[in-house]
RNA sequence: GCGUCGGUGGUAGAGUGGUCAAUUACAACAGACUGUAAAUCUGUCGGCCUUAGGCCUACGAAGGUUCGAAUCCUUCCCGACGCA
């Protein structure tokens, strides 16, 4: 029996993956999910460059606006919401298309991660946070040496991670990927450094026109503390043009390392020839 | 014109006789990724040699002092400031 087929676009931010998703949708009767881990949050929109409704144009769009800027949204969340999205379209005889610009999140759908069911203990991360990298490691020798040994010694959010699951679980699980039972079809958009600089400061720009810091202003009265706000990155603490070009530039650097190691990418510069490839699928 | 301070690697900016191819930060390049992922973390970063290591070219320019200079001296060029 022929697995059904779930399409996603993703590629660095500012290659058009969103207008092609759009495109896609209305041809081939599809509906979108979004894999972006800060579209998901309601009132961050100019900032995070999501979709407007008139830009929807009618398609359905899953995993935009689904948790407050209060509340921390995490992989697993996505994971869950975004298999009851692409569950819910097919049976709607529609199309899935996953379309964004977070690797990790599109891995952890189209990989199937497991991921450790142990949820986050604010209190314990908060005292471990005050140790050093390297007590934390010595204890995490102490507790679990085969995940001590893959770690990364220096990053401290994964040492605290490792040890707080380890609280639960008693050791680190091996990781587990459960693949799902569909056929994801992986299109990038990729663009030349020159052609995606351009295309980004004019998207910061037009950022900054339609309200970038009113929107802030916006999420500092709805209760959003600034600490908060720094969470969300550098479009959300005191941003300039200037910085937000230079951030955005080396955020599309580091998706790109992501993505380049995942040979199921098919990769296209022109969203047009993406469109063609997929149609004729 | 006189005086003062300064000119360091892609940028900013330490170093003020040997341990200096030169702290650090930023940029650049590469990479990791077990519930924060626009997060977090790592490596490289003058040139050449496969590495230990070695060689060469380098701290505005040219000379000089010294066993040894980015560091001291002289002259010159450039910049900032002050006085004319």
């Known amino acids: ?3 059904p087929q779930v399409i996603v676009i993703l590629g ?3 290659t058009g993956k969103s207008n092609l998703a759009v495109k896609l949708a209305k041809k ?3 509906e979108i999910i979004s894999a972006d881990s800060r579209q998901v949050y309601s009132g961050l929109n100019i900032g995070t460059g999501k979709i407007t409704k008139k830009e929807m144009r009618g398609v359905p769009h899953y995993l935009l606006d689904v948790v407050s800027p209060k509340h921390k949204f995490t992989v697993v969340e996505y994971q869950t919401k975004t298999i009851k999205a692409i569950t819910e379209i097919l049976k709607k005889k529609k199309i899935p298309i996953i379309c964004g610009g977070t690797g990790y999140y599109i891995d952890a759908i189209t990989k199937g991660v497991v991921f450790p069911e142990v949820l986050a203990n604010a209190k314990l991360r908060k005292r471990l946070n005050k140790k050093t990298t390297a007590e934390l490691l ?4 102490k507790l679990d040496i085969v995940r001590a040994k893959n770690i990364d010694p220096n990053n401290k959010v994964r ?3 490792a ?4 609280k639960v679980l008693g050791s680190v699980p091996k990781i587990k990927e459960n693949k799902l039972p569909y056929d994801f ?3 990038g958009l990729f663009l030349p450094p020159d052609i995606l600089k351009k295309k980004i400061e004019t998207r910061v720009k037009k950022m900054f026109q339609n309200g970038l810091l009113n929107e802030i202003k916006k999420l500092k009265q709805s209760g959003v503390s600034e600490k908060r706000l720094k969470e969300f990155g550098f479009e959300y603490n005191m941003p300039t043009p200037e910085k937000v070009i230079k951030e955005t530039l080396k955020y599309a650097k580091r998706q790109m390392t992501w993505f380049k190691r995942d040979p199921e ?3 296209f510069t022109d969203p047009n020839e993406a469109f063609s490839a997929l149609k004729t699928d």
């Open 185 to 187: 079809i992986k299109i």
């Open 1 to 3: 029996m022929k697995k």
């Open 159 to 161: 040492l605290i991670r």
């Open 12 to 14: 660095q931010t500012a």
């Open 28 to 30: 081939i009767n599809g």
């Open 163 to 166: 040890i707080e699951i380890i």
């Open 138 to 141: 010595s204890t995490l020798k």
């Open 265 to 267: 990418i098919k990769w």
